[in-house]
């Protein structure tokens, strides 16, 4: 594979003229595995099973090819979204997604119209995660931008299990599902960081599972029996003797035609 890899990268660079270094690749693996949820943190773990996202707590890749990912990012076309090969055009499906991640991909579009400013970021940390307003601008000037760390969102919130108060398992719910988002879906060239615009997906809990599958599929069909069948009585059967003479009978023209013909 890596001798494929290779020769498809090479053969990129003569025929294309692609001369970049390969990309930076960051890996998460082991910022997930630091904020595991264990048995005293099930009410947390509950809220993101039901969202879809629990198999997103095991995501991770350990070995990749660099050559090879800067290869299709070289080759890929935003206009038609999909990837210009020597062999033709092909792209990545949702389907392609739910197999691969285990995660819903029907139900509310996620978009955000606007950019998020600091202000707001540092008003959304105090309302949503329950902060200060002295440590969310001191958080979002660290960053230099509308994100808070990684790092922070576990030191502040990875020691709150079942025995916290109510206010804050949610909090600490939403810090999870922002933590989670941050290392897989949404990461960023910053390594370290994640986006707060990212908190408004996670403003009402009560409304989960509006992006999974049971909020918007709708409920199939209630099963209708079929109609009775009515069987019709059968034919009734000639006599078998007339029978026998009618086939004798063409037996006999047709022997007959036949060796006319032949005549």
Known sequence: ????????????????????????????????QLWELDTEMSRIYETVHRYGLAPLTSCSHRVANRQMLSAFCERWQPETTTFHLPFGEMTITLDDVASILHIPVTGSMISFSQPLRVDDAN???V?????????????????????VRLLWLRDHFSTITDASSDDDIVFA??????????????ADKSATSVAVVYLELFRDLSMVG????????????????PPPVTVAPPAPVADPSALASDSTQSTTVYVRSKRKKKT
């Open 127 to 147: 309302e949503l995660l329950g902060t200060t307003d002295v440590e969310a601008s001191r958080e979002t000037e660290q960053c230099r931008s509308p994100s």
């Open 173 to 186: 719910t939403r810090a999870f599902l922002l933590h989670l988002v941050g290392c897989t879906l949404f």
């Open 210 to 225: 509006s992006y999974a599958p049971p909020a918007s599929v709708d409920p199939p069909p209630p099963i209708v029996p």
């Open 123 to 125: 008003a959304l940390l």
């Open 1 to 32: 594979m890596d001798l494929y890899c290779g020769v498809f990268t090479t053969m990129l660079q003569r025929r294309y003229g692609w001369d970049r270094a390969p990309l930076k690749l960051v890996n998460h693996g082991a910022k997930l």
